[in-house]
């Protein structure tokens, strides 16, 4: 319980923030997904009297790309990516550098052809279904969907080396993330059905709690 009501304004900002999906009001929906991180950044400062850079650029990164969300175009779009990418990065560079066994990392190093096949062939089966739609914006898309399945990899690996809570914390970041990518994607470009909306919105409030948390309990000297 104790808990909980530390972490009460973002449920309560969370919860308005899917409600305002539910029943479509998108710029109070918008207006409410802005204050999310704010709110990561505000809980995260009230309990460290120091400020890690890490912790700016991720959130900063993330912070840039929600604010420039609902203008996408062919020339924010890849903006928006880049600034998701930043934090992306950042995290998947933070679970190798935290990678205590030399030999988790040559694992990773020698997976990297298999890994790279498999996203040769996710790259060409996407461009197989989508790849008319999305125009020009196809190859910046398929880059960071080649970065997102990175992400998601390294933050996977280095749980499972070791299985410290904190970064399962990331896990769930990265799976909303991925999460997130997926139903846009069939929100743009099968159908705007109001249920990809909703998930969407859920896959924020959630992975960004799950930010909330790992910001706070990490530490970031270990870097």
Partial sequence: MKKFLQWKWYLLLSLLY?????FEWEPVRDLL??????????FYASRHSKLSGWVWAILGGYYIADVLQP????????????GYSIGHL????????????FNVKRILFSAIPFIALWLIYFNYSMKDIFGAQMGESYP????????????FIITLIKFFNDEQKVFL????????????????GMYYYVTPALIFEISFSFATAAG???????VDEFDFKRI
């Fill in 18 to 22: 899917m409600l305002a999906t539910v």
């Fill in 33 to 42: 997904r802005l204050g999310l991180l704010p709110l990561v950044f505000g």
């Fill in 71 to 82: 203008w996408t175009t062919p020339v924010i779009a890849p903006i928006i990516l880049i």
């Fill in 90 to 101: 950042i995290i998947s560079y933070i679970c190798y550098r935290c990678m205590e066994d």
């Fill in 140 to 151: 910046y898309i398929m880059a960071y969907a080649i970065l997102l399945s990175v992400y």
């Fill in 169 to 184: 914390y990331l896990v769930i970041v990265a799976l909303t993330f991925v999460g997130r990518y997926i139903v846009m």
């Fill in 208 to 214: 960004y709690f799950f930010l909330m948390r790992f």
